[in-house]
C-alpha cells in the first residue's frame, strides 16, 4: 500500500490504520516481530520519521511494544480495542474521521467522595478521589465529560488538553475491561448549555465503567454528546487466533 495524496487524512494515521488492520485481521499475530522502520518506510514510499509517528499510535493504544535492542512486536494477550467500538478514546475517534480534537474547557481537580461515589467504587465517603471535567470537539463542544479516578497514579494538568487513556498508558495505568450504557436523554441545563444547545432536544450520553484486572472500577465517566453533531459509529472484527 502507498499513502494516497489526495486523503485528507495525514500520512501517518493513513499508515497507523493500515497497520492496525493488519494486527485486527490476524495478518500480523500476537507476540510477532513487525517489519524494521526502514522496510515499513519503502513499503509505504515514506519517511521513517513517518513511520515512526504511526507506530508510536499503536504503542499508545497497545497494539504494539517497542523492545530496545530486539524491535516491534505486537502486543501480547490484548483483544482488539475495536471490540470494544465506544472505548475508543475521543481523539482518536477525531483523527479517524480526519478532524481536530480539542478540548474548548477543562478542569481538574481532587475532590471528596461523595455517597454515590463512594457506592460506585465502593471506597468510603470523603475518600479522595480525581475530578476530570471538559468540554471537546473540532471547532465547536461535540462533547462535555464528567471523569472520576481512583488516585492510584498522580493526575497533573497535562491531562486537560490530550488524550486520557494515552496519557495514563504513560503512567503505566492500563484497563482490562469495560462496561458502557448508551442511551438518549434530556440533559440538564447546564450540560446543553456547554454544548451550546438551546432546545429540548435529547442529546446521547454514555456511560463508561473502566476496571483493571483484579476486577477493580479505576474510572467512572459520564459523556454527553451534541447528537446533531455525533455519530454512532460501529465496526466489530476480532483478531484471528
Known amino acids: 500500500m502507498k499513502v494516497n495524496v489526495t486523503n485528507n487524512l495525514p500520512f501517518y494515521l493513513q499508515i497507523r490504520n493500515d497497520l492496525k488492520a493488519k494486527i485486527e485481521s490476524g495478518i500480523w499475530k500476537e507476540g510477532s516481530l513487525i517489519p524494521t522502520e526502514k522496510e515499513l518506510a519503502e513499503t509505504y514510499g515514506v519517511s521513517r520519521v513517518t513511520i515512526r509517528s504511526a507506530i508510536k499510535e499503536l504503542v499508545n493504544e497497545q497494539y504494539l511494544i517497542r523492545r530496545p535492542g530486539f524491535g516491534t512486536m505486537v502486543y501480547l494477550n490484548k483483544e482488539s480495542l475495536s471490540n470494544f467500538t465506544l472505548v475508543r478514546s475521543f481523539t482518536n475517534e477525531m483523527r479517524e474521521m480526519g478532524l481536530t480534537s480539542n478540548t474548548i474547557e477543562a478542569e481538574l481537580n481532587l475532590i471528596k467522595a461523595d455517597n454515590k461515589l463512594a457506592q460506585i467504587f465502593q471506597i468510603k465517603e470523603g475518600d479522595p478521589i480525581y475530578n476530570l471535567r471538559r468540554v471537546r470537539g473540532d471547532k465547536i463542544p461535540i462533547l462535555y ?3 472520576y479516578l481512583l488516585p492510584i497514579t498522580e493526575i497533573t494538568d497535562e491531562v486537560l488538553s490530550g488524550s486520557l487513556y494515552q496519557y495514563l498508558a504513560k503512567k503505566q495505568v492500563f484497563f482490562d475491561h469495560f462496561e458502557e450504557k448508551v442511551s438518549a436523554v434530556k440533559a440538564a441545563k447546564e ?36 447528537a446533531l453533531l455525533y455519530e454512532y459509529r460501529t465496526s466489530i472484527r476480532y483478531r484471528k487466533r
Open 145 to 147: 465529560s464528567d471523569t
Open 191 to 226: 450540560i446543553t448549555a456547554k454544548l451550546r444547545i438551546y432546545s429540548d432536544a435529547p442529546q446521547l450520553k454514555r456511560i463508561r465503567y473502566s476496571f483493571d484486572e483484579n476486577n477493580r472500577l479505576i474510572e467512572y465517566t459520564e459523556t454527553f454528546y451534541n
